[in-house]
């Protein structure tokens, strides 16, 4: 499954906890990630994945968002993965929880 691939990569590329679900008790600097699609074309298949850096300030969520992307960048080195592309990233503060957060969305073609 490709979501524990990934868990297992960021896990050993990063100095925070990274989840599929949000961590209880919530750490002050955290990275979430979900699946948002995928398709398959001649039995390649394409999943987009939104990956959500939280932090206590502005400043600690984006810096920990560039590190995500650069751990998400290595995944090209595993077996499995195809290609990584950023799709996009961006300051996506939860403004319910008031938490800070930057969000990358990648596309990651894998077999």
Known sequence: MIEVIILNHLKTKLSVPVRLEKPEPIPNEYVLFEKIGSNRNNHLVSSTFAFQSY????????????????????LIELDDIASVNLNSDYNFTDTTTKKYRYQAVYDIKHY
Request: glycine share 4%; aromatic share 4%.
């Open 55 to 74: 932090s206590e300030s502005m400043f600690g969520a984006s810096s920990l968002n560039e590190e995500v992307k650069k751990a998400v960048d290595s």
